[in-house]
């Protein structure tokens, strides 16, 4: 009766992602070296939720981000660091 913590780790995955490659000017394709989510809360089901990604820094090889994961109330559910490698 909860959002699957597969689900919320997928999310913050591919917002982490799309906002490095958003980011990364030389469009360098790019693997995960690290990913890690604290789980805060259980999502209600059927409702709405809202994931705000943010890259804070993009090196030579890598780029760090994080994500955080709120319902319609925006409360958190859950946060995640992203590390990935460029290749």
């Not at 693997?31 to 994931?51: H, K, R, T, Y």
């Not at 709120?70 to 859950?78: G, T």
Request: aromatic share 6%; charged share 20%; glycine share 10%.
């Amino acid at each position: 009766g909860t959002l699957h913590g597969g689900a919320i780790s997928t999310l913050v995955d591919v917002g982490t992602t799309v906002a490095i490659m958003s980011f990364d000017k030389k469009n360098r394709a790019n693997v995960s070296a690290d990913l890690s989510i604290s789980f805060i809360s259980g999502g209600p089901p059927n409702q709405e939720i809202f994931l705000l990604a943010q890259v804070d820094r993009i090196g030579r090889q890598m780029a760090f981000s994080n994500a955080t994961i709120y319902d319609r109330r925006l409360e958190k559910l859950a946060t995640g660091k992203h590390l990935k490698s460029f290749l």
